[in-house]
């Protein structure tokens, strides 16, 4: 099946419909309140300090020979178990509640102490450099003969719309607003390892703002440089140390052999939900990032209004429906995550030539912007017109679901979905962005000709492409010359040759007085 | 005073044939005849098609206007619910007249029992382009140039002169009176297609087309601006 404008157009009222009908509601995060039995209809606006841990050196661990052997088995379990550390030091020892793993980027959020920002920088700080500190020195003691992971830590605080929309019975929760943006934004690996945004800055105390070197809009930290990380958190009353981290990494590196880890290929469509820490699937597929282009600066526009938030919410619903249904409706693929107001997409067609699904792939970057700018931007315009950025990669991808039960996050990992994830970082909404390999399989010549090479962006890109205006654009062309048209048994018009079984139509030129 | 009978009062045949050739096209649903005041036969309906790679379905209500000479002459069409904006490179009048074709250039088999056909085709055809249209603001495939102008190409692709100016500077010189109006020019004067005939033995016929036009011009100093000649 392909995407079909009235298939969409109904889904998305019939959808709008039911959000209504249910009523969305935010309501600030209070003391009595946490992010657990949130509904999707049921969001909050929470006050804090957002955290992203990501090891930056992702890219060459898949490329390092010790770690590409037994079909990636290694970076599988690094990554369960970095994620459940890094879990552990927010949630036990920070209280902190984690809001998502994106890949190898883990996502918390401190709001406790309530009320207190000051303290929950401070915490924030603290918790990141444990986990910095659990991510290279402890990790490089356990796994002494692994390359060490380079980690990257970014921090900011503000307010965030909080919203859970557990679609498959998992907790997942989604987090959109500046402070979250900035946080995934702002981080850079090697020895400048911890990076802040002027907000959190601004809550630090003298003693911990002198450890941060301004470096433009933000302030970066050596984690080297600070001396006994484990002595200032245990002076801060946390209970934890390398030792402990080393610990758990070895507890749980013996829990999971990697003879356990059964990482096999796939013959049909996978069932990410029967995916865990122990089975993976390894599949040629396409990555697709489609991020809404400034959903985050109208969230912040609307200035805590929970009324206009609400309807904002409403908006990222009917944006997360329609492109999921046209994933996994029209085209078969996984809605893999939804990562704040941008959807993560894998498309795989097992017994398929890779050249098959990348076209395929290409279809369906191009629906999602039909469903964007032909539906719901024309039909459904609720707080303005909003566009999404979409980028698009081909490549052998690892494919899991780690996390703990009831709170599991779909993990997807190669070169593919940080190349696609690149692309869409680069483009602004109502683009498309696709990677050589993907745009040569496109035998399309009309979806070929439609895209570009960007040099900047190092992938070839299309502008307001959509099935509506490839159609009218190959109209057009054909009208240039055509002498003939028909209307075809199909109901659809023909122009420039004649089907058979199809009703002559008369092409005039059109005069003005 | 003689009353001129419509078409269809003339032959039920016909009328049952019209109505018959409205309703058996696939791309056109009538909604209803009717029959105004002024005894003209009107007919509403839809025109639609389907998006070849969207699935997206297209309608568009028209009004067709049959004049009383029907088919000797042509319906004319209307954007029923004033969906589109009226303007001239969108190629729809001021009163939501579809502007489809230049009349001077024949395109509608005049007096064919598929008239009807021919102009709804090109109004479907018309549809699609100005769909296009809007959102390029550029009109798919050729198209006449506006007014008077459409007349003097015509003439030059029927090799009535070499070129538009040519034909331009042949009606400042010839159809116009000295203090200023347009006129019917001297049919003995030398024909602008260059091959000294008389007009009246060359192409007197062709010209008569312009002619027709010339003369909706109230003075020489007007139709000179529209024809750009300073």
Not at chain 1, 45 to 64: E, F, K, M, R
Not at chain 1, 114 to 140: C, K, R, V
Not at chain 1, 176 to 182: C, P
């Amino acid at each position: 099946m392909a995407w079909d404008f009235e298939r969409s157009k109904n889904r998305i009222a019939a959808e709008r419909k039911r959000i209504e009908k249910l009523g969305v509601t935010v309501k600030p995060l209070t003391r009595e309140m946490n992010l657990s039995n949130l509904s999707p209809t049921d969001a909050r606006l929470v006050s804090g300090v957002h955290l992203y841990a990501d090891i930056t050196n992702l890219d060459a661990l898949l490329q390092d020979p010790s770690q590409r052997r037994d079909e990636y088995r290694r970076i599988y379990r690094t990554l369960h178990l970095t994620q459940r550390e890094l879990r552990r030091i927010l949630q036990s020892l920070f209280c902190g509640d984690k809001i998502q793993l994106q890949g190898a980027k883990f996502h918390g959020l401190f709001f406790r102490p309530y009320d207190d920002p000051e303290g929950m920088a401070q915490n924030a700080i603290l918790a990141g450099l444990a986990m910095y500190s659990a991510l290279t020195e402890a990790y490089s003691d356990v796994f002494d003969t692994y390359p060490a992971l380079i980690p990257a830590i970014g921090l900011e605080y503000g307010d965030t719309l909080i919203a859970n929309i557990g679609i498959r019975g998992d907790r997942e929760l989604i987090s959109v607003g500046n402070a979250a943006n900035v946080a995934a934004k702002i981080l850079r690996g090697g020895t400048e390892a911890m990076t802040i945004g002027k907000n959190l800055y601004d809550l630090l105390d003298d003693d911990h703002q002198a450890w941060f070197i301004p470096s433009g809009n933000v302030y970066r930290l050596d984690c080297t440089t600070v001396e006994d990380i484990e002595a200032i958190v245990r002076d801060a009353g946390i209970d934890w140390s390398v030792q402990s981290s080393i610990d758990k990494f070895t507890e749980d590196k013996d829990n999971l052999p990697l003879a356990d880890i059964n990482i096999e290929d796939a013959r049909e469509i996978i069932d990410i939900t029967r995916l865990g820490s122990t089975r993976a699937k390894l599949v040629p597929a396409a990555s697709i990032f489609a991020d809404i282009d400034g959903y985050t600066a109208l969230v912040e526009s609307l200035d805590g209004d929970t009324d206009e938030l609400a309807k904002a919410v409403e908006v990222l619903h009917l944006f997360r429906y329609e492109l999921r249904q046209a994933t996994e409706s029209d085209h078969n693929g996984i809605a893999l995550q939804h990562q704040g107001d941008r959807l993560q997409t894998l498309l795989h067609s097992p017994g398929d030539d890779d050249e098959d699904v990348m076209e395929d792939a290409a279809d369906l970057c191009i629906a999602y912007n039909s469903s964007v700018e032909e539906v719901i931007n024309t039909h459904q315009d609720i707080l303005g017109k909003l566009h999404i950025a979409i980028g698009c990669a081909f490549g052998k991808t690892l494919v899991g679901m780690l996390g703990v039960a009831g709170d599991r996050d779909p993990v997807c990992i190669s070169n593919a979905t940080i190349a696609a994830e690149n692309v869409q970082l680069g483009l602004h909404g109502n683009h498309i962005g696709i990677t050589k390999a993907v745009y040569e399989s496109i035998a399309d010549e009309s979806i070929s000709a439609a895209f570009t090479w960007n040099e900047s962006s190092r992938c070839y890109v299309s502008k307001a492409l959509t099935f509506i205006s490839l159609e009218e654009a190959e109209d057009a062309q054909e009208y240039a010359t055509a002498k003939t048209a028909a209307y075809t048994t199909v109901g659809t018009i023909s122009v420039g040759t004649r089907a058979t079984e199809s009703v002559p139509l008369k092409i005039t030129r059109p005069y003005s007085a | 005073m003689r009353i001129t009978r419509h078409w269809y009062e003339l032959s039920t045949a016909h009328r049952d044939r019209e109505l018959h050739q409205l309703a058996v096209l696939p791309y056109f649903r009538l909604d209803r005849t009717t029959i105004g005041d002024d005894r003209r036969f009107t007919a509403i309906g839809t025109l639609r098609f389907i998006g070849r790679r969207s699935g997206r379905r297209h309608g568009f209500r028209i009004r067709l206007e049959y004049p009383a000479q029907f088919p000797k002459k042509v319906p004319r069409v209307f954007d029923h619910d004033n969906r589109f904006m009226p303007t001239l490179d969108g190629h729809l009048f001021s009163t939501h007249e579809l502007c489809l074709t230049l009349p001077e250039r024949g395109e509608f088999t005049m007096g064919s029992d598929e008239l009807t056909q021919e102009v709804l085709g090109a109004t479907l055809i018309w549809f699609q382009k100005r769909l296009i249209f809007d959102r390029t603001s550029h009109w798919p495939g050729p198209a006449e140039p506006h007014g008077i102008n459409a007349v003097i190409d015509l003439l030059v692709e029927r090799q009535v002169a070499p070129d538009a100016i040519t034909i331009s500077a042949w009606l400042l010189a010839h159809a116009s009176t000295p203090n200023g109006h347009p006129a019917q020019p001297d049919l003995y004067a030398s024909c602008p297609c260059g091959s000294g005939k008389r007009l009246k033995f060359c192409h007197r016929d062709d010209l008569q087309l312009i002619f027709n036009r010339v003369a909706r011009f109230p003075t020489t100093s007007q139709l000179m601006d529209v024809l750009g000649i300073k």
